[in-house]
């Protein structure tokens, strides 16, 4: 670990006019800021930080949480920390590289990396303070997997150049040694779940490496200026398969069916085995938005009548088969002397349950019909908003009222059973679409009235005890932000000691709480 004492030069002079920066996409109402600074480099950023009373890091300002909206601090937008270089099997960025340019910059090479969130415009930096997770989660894991260093700036200045594996905590404790003096952080005794997205309050494992505590951290403890990210081969072809199912019973059964299959693949390295990296699905109430809104036909996408769940799942091939007769194999799938290949594996999967006529499968040279389903299933919470923008015009109590649930996949089906029962048991307009391949859901209510909103956080509370008592996380990939629902599934998840103890490893790092305040935690 390396650390430089703060910066001697001038901060940039915050610009007065904040207005562009007062919401992000959870659109809280409220968002005031005293100006922002744009700075150019991690010695401006050190120069920020040594100065200012209150800060807000942002980058894109993507977050669903309002963790990104400022309340009378001032915002330090990383938009313009945009350096990049790719090195072998690494790319360094600075925080304000939105991902569609990480990952444009690393085709080039062949590369890409992972595990995105499903909004590509998000930055590197809001990518690592969110610990932020995708649709690939399933078979490439989250933003923190990928993570090999980080260079933050400490409130008060202070510079850190992290790599992995150079500072793990010792029984329980880290010690910092900076220019400013030691800063002594102590972990405490908490046991995060075991499930592979929790963006829930600071990581906390007994010998945990320290880049691990800034991933995640919600702009709390640190600015993240700069990232170095590992990166994968891309795939040597990918097929997207639309596959309408006529129950939420079979689609569980579906992807359950086809995870083992591919978790199977990849631990006997078959190159005939079913390889999935993601099966994203929405739901009935979410098929209905899009039709109401036309986007089936629109993108010319079939879907039946019967449809009540949509998957859409994501085939990697291996180079050996990709691109060698996949329509053959595909028309052949049902015959008895068909080849044994990853396609007709999956095709007879599908077969078995009955799905397999109204399924869609875009090969990999159709990459306008697999974009095209990425697209409706990205209309779901498009339509979502929309409706609730429009409900809040009536309304002005009205408010996005979501959750983003995740538990171990064998209890997933006896999740959506209580998830189904707590928000129709109330009479709301419920619809759900997520990464059904991790588990993970995210329920929306349609509020018709500021009474839906109240009773829609009652239902998320509830289900978060539910999700809790199954061994889950009531905060998967969002964060917690500034929601206090969220921040309140935060409490029930650790407890009033555990959320002190956490409080304590943001004093130990920034004892005037002058970063962030008032995100994960509410204000004191
Ligand atoms: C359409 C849509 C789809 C989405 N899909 C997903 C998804 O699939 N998975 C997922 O995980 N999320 C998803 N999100 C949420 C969001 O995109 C992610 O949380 C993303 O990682 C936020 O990045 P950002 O650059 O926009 O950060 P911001 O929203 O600007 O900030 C988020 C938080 O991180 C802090 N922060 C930002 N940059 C820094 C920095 N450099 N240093 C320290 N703190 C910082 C902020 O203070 C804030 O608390 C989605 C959002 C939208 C609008």
């Given at each position: 670990?390396?650390?430089?004492?703060?910066?001697?030069?001038?901060?940039?002079?915050?610009?007065?006019?904040?207005?562009?920066?007062?919401?992000?996409?959870?659109?809280?109402?409220?968002?005031?800021?005293?100006?922002?600074?744009?700075?150019?480099?991690?010695?401006?950023?050190?120069?920020?930080?040594?100065?200012?009373?209150?800060?807000?890091?942002?980058?894109?300002?993507?977050?669903?949480?309002?963790?990104?909206?400022?309340?009378?601090?001032?915002?330090?937008?990383?938009?313009?920390?945009?350096?990049?270089?790719?090195?072998?099997?690494?790319?360094?960025?600075?925080?304000?590289?939105?991902?569609?340019?990480?990952?444009?910059?690393?085709?080039?090479?062949?590369?890409?990396?992972?595990?995105?969130?499903?909004?590509?415009?998000?930055?590197?930096?809001?990518?690592?303070?969110?610990?932020?997770?995708?649709?690939?989660?399933?078979?490439?894991?989250?933003?923190?997997?990928?993570?090999?260093?980080?260079?933050?700036?400490?409130?008060?200045?202070?510079?850190?150049?992290?790599?992995?594996?150079?500072?793990?905590?010792?029984?329980?404790?880290?010690?910092?040694?900076?220019?400013?003096?030691?800063?002594?952080?102590?972990?405490?005794?908490?046991?995060?779940?075991?499930?592979?997205?929790?963006?829930?309050?600071?990581?906390?494992?007994?010998?945990?490496?320290?880049?691990?505590?800034?991933?995640?951290?919600?702009?709390?403890?640190?600015?993240?200026?700069?990232?170095?990210?590992?990166?994968?081969?891309?795939?040597?072809?990918?097929?997207?398969?639309?596959?309408?199912?006529?129950?939420?019973?079979?689609?569980?059964?579906?992807?359950?069916?086809?995870?083992?299959?591919?978790?199977?693949?990849?631990?006997?390295?078959?190159?005939?085995?079913?390889?999935?990296?993601?099966?994203?699905?929405?739901?009935?109430?979410?098929?209905?938005?899009?039709?109401?809104?036309?986007?089936?036909?629109?993108?010319?996408?079939?879907?039946?009548?019967?449809?009540?769940?949509?998957?859409?799942?994501?085939?990697?091939?291996?180079?050996?088969?990709?691109?060698?007769?996949?329509?053959?194999?595909?028309?052949?799938?049902?015959?008895?002397?068909?080849?044994?290949?990853?396609?007709?594996?999956?095709?007879?999967?599908?077969?078995?349950?009955?799905v397999l006529d109204d399924t869609e499968i875009a090969l990999p040279a159709?990459?306008?019909?697999?974009?095209?389903?990425?697209?409706?299933?990205?209309?779901?919470?498009?339509?979502?908003?929309?409706?609730?923008?429009?409900?809040?015009?009536?309304?002005?109590?009205?408010?996005?009222?979501?959750?983003?649930?995740?538990?171990?996949?064998?209890?997933?089906?006896?999740?959506?059973?209580?998830?189904?029962?707590?928000?129709?048991?109330?009479?709301?307009?419920?619809?759900?679409?997520?990464?059904?391949?991790?588990?993970?859901?995210?329920?929306?209510?349609?509020?018709?009235?500021?009474?839906?909103?109240?009773?829609?956080?009652?239902?998320?509370?509830?289900?978060?005890?539910?999700?809790?008592?199954?061994?889950?996380?009531?905060?998967?990939?969002?964060?917690?932000?500034?929601?206090?629902?969220?921040?309140?599934?935060?409490?029930?998840?650790?407890?009033?000691?555990?959320?002190?103890?956490?409080?304590?490893?943001?004093?130990?790092?920034?004892?005037?709480?002058?970063?962030?305040?008032?995100?994960?935690?509410?204000?004191?």
């Amino acid at each position: 670990m390396n650390t430089r004492a703060p910066s001697t030069s001038a901060a940039p002079a915050p610009e007065p006019d904040a207005s562009s920066f007062l919401e992000d996409a959870a659109h809280y109402p409220g968002g005031n800021a005293a100006g922002v600074i744009r700075p150019r480099s991690i010695d401006d950023v050190s120069a920020c930080l040594r100065e200012a009373r209150r800060v807000l890091v942002v980058g894109a300002q993507s977050s669903l949480t309002g963790g990104a909206t400022p309340f009378g601090d001032i915002v330090l937008s990383t938009e313009r920390l945009t350096s990049i270089s790719v090195d072998s099997d690494r790319v360094r960025v600075g925080a304000g590289v939105p991902l569609q340019a990480v990952q444009d910059e690393l085709a080039k090479t062949g590369r890409w990396f992972p595990p995105v969130p499903t909004y590509l415009g998000a930055f590197a930096g809001g990518a690592v303070a969110t610990c932020a997770a995708g649709a690939a989660t399933f078979k490439y894991g989250t933003v923190r997997e990928w993570v090999e260093g980080l260079t933050i700036v400490l409130a008060g200045g202070d510079v850190l150049e992290l790599s992995r594996g150079e500072c793990r905590a010792t029984d329980g404790v880290f010690t910092i040694s900076t220019a400013s003096g030691d800063r002594t952080v102590t972990l405490p005794d908490v046991r995060m779940p075991d499930v592979p997205k929790r963006s829930a309050g600071y990581f906390i494992a007994p010998d945990m490496d320290l880049v691990d505590l800034f991933i995640g951290s919600e702009g709390t403890l640190g600015a993240i200026v700069e990232a170095t990210f590992r990166t994968a081969p891309l795939p040597a072809a990918l097929c997207r398969a639309f596959v309408p199912v006529p129950s939420e019973d079979l689609a569980i059964v579906l992807a359950g069916e086809l995870r083992a299959a591919a978790i199977d693949t990849w631990r006997t390295r078959d190159p005939r085995g079913i390889d999935i990296a993601a099966i994203e699905h929405v739901d009935a109430r979410s098929i209905a938005v899009i039709r109401e809104d036309g986007v089936d036909r629109r993108l010319d996408i079939a879907l039946p009548s019967g449809a009540a769940v949509v998957l859409l799942v994501d085939l990697e091939l291996p180079a050996t088969v990709a691109g060698q007769g996949l329509w053959s194999e595909l028309e052949s799938a049902r015959d008895a002397g068909a080849a044994d290949s990853p396609l007709v594996r999956f095709c007879r999967l599908l077969d078995r349950h009955g799905v397999l006529d109204d399924t869609e499968i875009a090969l990999p040279a159709d990459r306008a019909r697999a974009a095209a389903f990425a697209e409706l299933r990205e209309a779901v919470p498009a339509g979502v908003n929309r409706r609730v923008a429009q409900a809040k015009q009536a309304d002005p109590a009205i408010s996005k009222t979501a959750a983003d649930m995740i538990v171990p996949f064998d209890r997933f089906a006896e999740m959506m059973r209580e998830c189904r029962r707590l928000f129709a048991g109330r009479d709301l307009d419920l619809a759900v679409w997520g990464h059904i391949s991790d588990g993970n859901v995210h329920p929306n209510v349609i509020p018709r009235s500021a009474g839906d909103v109240a009773k829609g956080r009652d239902a998320i509370l509830e289900l978060g005890a539910a999700v809790i008592a199954m061994g889950g996380c009531p905060l998967a990939e969002h964060g917690v932000g500034r929601n206090p629902t969220k921040q309140q599934l935060l409490r029930q998840l650790y407890g009033s000691a555990g959320i002190d103890a956490m409080r304590k490893i943001k004093l130990s790092l920034d004892p005037n709480g002058s970063l962030a305040s008032g995100v994960i935690f509410p204000p004191e």
